[in-house]
């Protein structure tokens, strides 16, 4: 079945450190995206990317990284510069840029030890 | 700006009926709206392109008033696989529907009971 793998669903992180949350793709979708969930409040967009080696900052990219070296991969790494990294992090990805619905990963709950 | 959600949250008993508004200050070009069972992936309902639209899917449709800048999704005759928070997702006009460029609003917690 296609879909969107993120790993791990839970992850800690101590301080000081960087930590990469996995997200694959098996749709052949071309856009991806990073989203953060906290309590109470919307989605927000970390980071984006069209195409292949091309991505975009979104609304609160501070803190945060990514690559997009293959299709079907869109990593995002929590770097140490990002203070309040504890949320729930969910991948998408989409077939175009513009009208398309979201497919979205299982995501992963990020906490701070 | 975010879209404003409500009710926050509705609990309902299984056959009864529901309504999600989502609401704007801004003009809208298109409404998404998803599902989320908790610590699962939010799923995609629907789509509203057009101002006046209404879309259905199952016993889940929803209408866009362009002008009053909002959406409502009603649920008719809730079934308990019906639980879950629903969120609302807008595009602005100046994007061109742009679906990098949603705001998503804060969620409907809604609960069905036996």
């Known amino acids: 079945d296609g879909g969107i793998t993120q790993s791990p669903k839970y992850l800690f992180r101590k301080e000081g450190q960087n930590v990469t949350l996995s997200c694959e793709q098996n749709?052949?979708?071309?856009?991806m995206y990073w989203y953060r969930q906290d309590p109470g409040q919307g989605l927000r967009l970390i980071y984006y990317s069209q195409i292949v080696n091309d991505f975009q900052k979104g609304d609160i990219a501070e803190g945060y990284s990514v690559s997009r070296e293959k299709k079907e991969s869109f990593p995002l790494t929590v770097t140490s510069a990002q203070k309040n990294p504890t949320a729930f992090y969910l991948c998408?990805?989409?077939?175009?840029?513009?009208?398309?619905?979201?497919?979205f990963g299982s995501g992963t709950q990020l906490s701070v030890l | 700006q975010q879209p404003v959600q409500s009710p926050q949250a509705v609990i309902l008993r299984e056959g009864e009926d529901a309504v999600i508004n989502c609401s704007s200050s801004?003009?809208?070009?298109?409404v998404h709206w998803y599902r989320q069972k908790h610590g699962e992936a939010p799923v995609f309902l629907m789509i509203l392109l057009k101002g006046g639209e209404q879309k259905g899917h199952e016993k889940i449709s929803a209408s866009f008033n362009e002008k009053k800048q909002q959406s409502s999704l009603y649920l008719t005759a809730s079934q308990l696989s019906y639980s879950g928070t629903y969120f609302c997702?807008?595009?602005?006009?100046?994007?061109?529907?742009?679906?990098?460029?949603?705001?998503f609003g804060t969620g409907t917690l809604l609960a069905v009971q036996p």
């Open positions: 997702g807008t595009a602005d006009p100046v994007y061109g529907g742009a679906t990098n460029k949603l705001i």
């Open positions: 749709l052949n979708h071309d856009a």
């Open positions: 998408a990805s989409s077939i175009g840029e513009y009208e398309e619905k979201l497919f």
């Open positions: 801004k003009a809208l070009y298109s």
